[in-house]
């Protein structure tokens, strides 16, 4: 014991002795972290927040149903004068079609108002209306909607509904409506060929459509593949010509099956052959075939049809 304390006593005397004395088992603690550390750090590194996947916003939507319809012509001049009967009529499509959002009192406070951002148009208010309170305003905001908003375009609506649907608003909703200028309704009726009317033609989903074509050609197909399969598994003079005159032989055969004019005589091969090489899948070797060699190429592809 008395010895312990003798050498406290050293060290105390002097310091620099108990320093080297510690110093190795310092080293070695620092060592051991160091080797901790390098032994995880893949762990310490790795990302603890947890990944929330993207979320994609990008909605792609396909064409929809649109019937054929005529639209009939109207004259602007004429119909830009609210009357008893356009009014009544714009109440009662304003009530079918309107009312569930703006309101019966035009005030944008209807039913199905809730939850839309910005809220629907209030008619009664002269404040920011995006085309205006003139027919010509109007008329546009019904013909192409407003993006970003619940207003969607109404252009099924035939033109003189949409002008009776406008009377009816201005007429009961909007204070001292604003009155348009000759030049503006002409200009209405330029944009929308308002007095000449218009067909519209029939609109149906791109799927559908690419499955209507893939349903009405794959007789088409299934014939242009047993006839490639005809010529491949070929090994006549005639299916030997038509193969070094080919550079697609489906295109070829494509171009033959599109327009079968071609089989009155071989003149007219001829021109159908020459025309649009080699989009048509054929080659230029057709312009080095001998007439006998023309006889030899009419009469096999006459056989495969």
């Known amino acids: 014991m008395e010895d312990f304390i003798n ?10 002795k108990a320093f080297g004395l510690i ?3 310092f080293l070695v603690v620092i060592i051991a972290i160091g080797l901790y550390f ?17 979320t994609d ?4 939507t396909d064409l929809q149903v649109v019937e054929p319809r005529t639209v009939p012509p109207i004259d602007i001049i004429q119909v830009s004068k609210p009357t008893p009967e356009l009014i009544s009529k714009g109440k009662e499509i304003y009530t079918t079609v309107c009312a569930s959002c703006h309101g019966e009192d035009g005030k944008g406070s209807g039913a199905a108002a809730t939850g839309l ?7 009664t208010s002269k404040q920011n209306w995006k085309n205006g309170q003139k027919i010509s305003g109007i008329y546009t905001t019904l013909e192409q909607g407003i993006p970003g908003t619940g207003m969607i375009s109404y252009e099924y609506l035939p033109p003189q509904d949409k002008i009776a649907l406008t009377h009816y608003i201005r007429e009961t909703f909007v204070p001292d409506p604003p009155v348009d200028s000759e030049s503006e309704l002409s200009q209405l ?12 033609p029939a609109q149906i989903p791109v799927a559908t459509a690419i499955n209507v074509l893939i349903s009405e050609n794959s007789q088409l197909y299934q014939d242009i ?8 598994e070929s090994g006549s003079q005639g299916a030997m010509l038509f193969k070094s005159v080919t ?12 327009d079968k004019s071609w089989m009155q005589n071989k003149d007219k091969l001829i021109s159908a052959l020459a025309y649009n090489i080699p989009n048509n899948g054929f080659n230029s070797n057709i312009f080095k075939l001998s007439s006998g060699e023309w006889d030899l190429l009419y009469s096999y592809v006459t056989s495969l049809y």
């Open 7 to 16: 050498k406290i006593k050293e060290l105390k005397k002097n310091p620099e």
């Open 23 to 25: 110093y190795p088992y």
């Open 38 to 54: 390098v032994s995880n750090l893949g762990s310490i590194a790795r990302q603890t927040i947890p990944i929330v996947p993207a």
């Open 57 to 60: 916003t990008v909605q792609v």
């Open 117 to 123: 951002n910005p809220p629907p148009r209030d008619f």
């Open 189 to 200: 009726d330029q944009i929308y060929s308002l007095s000449q009317g218009k067909e519209v």
């Open 225 to 232: 593949i047993q006839k490639s399969n005809q010529v491949n």
């Open 247 to 258: 550079s697609n032989r489906i295109k070829a055969l494509i171009t033959l099956s599109s």
